[in-house]
């Protein structure tokens, strides 16, 4: 139901133009398909996988014999899944985090996007489900990470491991390992700065973070998050291309969804980029993260 809630935008924009495409055209022909791209690029679908589903469409609404606009609609959903799993299993991905012993997720991300806010949701999700969470503050760089990250340390009853504003991100995150395993944690989620206005810098600082990781937990990170801002659209997509060209991302956190009609751009990432989408964040209150479900959220729409 939160689902439903928070994707009220996107549905009530996609939904409508559907019906109305589905009411003004009775047979399937060449405009139906094309009014149908124009609707799916402008809901933030991404140009190239609108293509790949539009072929798609064309080839299944001729196998099927296909006449009715009406009965489209649900080939429409069916592709719409389809297309986001691409060549994999149709399973909702889990955070690879049940390692016995310390779990790290590392999170990335431009500043603004909801990096302290995933952080501080995921924290109570994961506190909920019987695990010991600890944050590490490695947002050394922005004025006002810290104190955040601790008022949802506060909020959600986890500890936070910090330094002071400026100081080595990377100390931080060995000090947060060390603390997190004296506890005996569950899981480490770990903040880092998100400054793109300096690209190399920012990536160094990631690289040289990723490699205390790696040293002192073998097998870690186990996620490297991406966080992104849906209402961003194709300037997300750009980030997303970014930050895996010189990390390797194994999840998104798409944020923010509540706040734009453009939902499609979930679609897109896992298309173009082939990187699962794990988390969607649907408001600003704790407990507003969900688990990234596709054919929830495609049927969703249509609902
Ligand atoms: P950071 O700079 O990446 O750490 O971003 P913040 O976590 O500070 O988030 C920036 C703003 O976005 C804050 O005002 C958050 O409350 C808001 N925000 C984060 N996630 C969501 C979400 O899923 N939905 C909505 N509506 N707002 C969000």
Known sequence: ????????????????????????????????FEDLEEILISADVGVTTVMDLIDELKMEVKRRNIKDSNDVKEVISEKLVDIYY??????????????????????????????TTTIGKLAHRLKNEGKKVVLAAGDTFRAGAIEQLEVWGERVGVEVIKHSEGSDPAAVIFDGIQAAKSRGADVLLCDTAGRL???????????????????????????????????????????????????????????????????????????????????????????????????????????
């Not at 139901?1 to 939904?15: A, H, I, V």
């Not at 019906?19 to 060449?30: G, P, T």
């Open 1 to 32: 139901d939160k689902f439903k809630e928070g994707l009220s935008k996107t549905r009530g924009s996609f939904s409508s133009k559907i019906n109305d495409l589905v009411a003004r055209y009775r047979k399937v022909d060449e405009d139906f």
């Open 86 to 115: 691409g060549e994999d299993d149709e399973t909702i991905e889990d955070l690879n985090i049940h390692h016995d012993g310390l779990n790290i997720v590392l999170f990335v991300g431009v500043n603004g996007v909801g990096k």
């Open 197 to 303: 206005q300096n690209k190399v810098n920012l990536m160094n600082e990631l690289s040289k973070v990723k490699r205390v990781i790696e040293r002192e937990v073998p097998g870690a990170p186990h996620e490297v998050l991406l966080v992104l801002d849906a209402t961003t659209g194709q300037n997300a997509m750009s980030q997303a291309k970014t930050f895996s060209e010189s990390t390797n991302v194994t999840g998104i956190v798409l944020s923010k969804l509540d706040g734009t009609a453009k939902g499609g751009i979930v679609l897109a990432i896992r298309n173009e980029l082939d990187i699962p989408v794990k988390f969607v964040g649907l408001g600003e209150k704790v407990d507003d993260l969900q688990q990234f479900d596709p054919n929830a959220f495609v049927y969703g729409l249509f609902a």
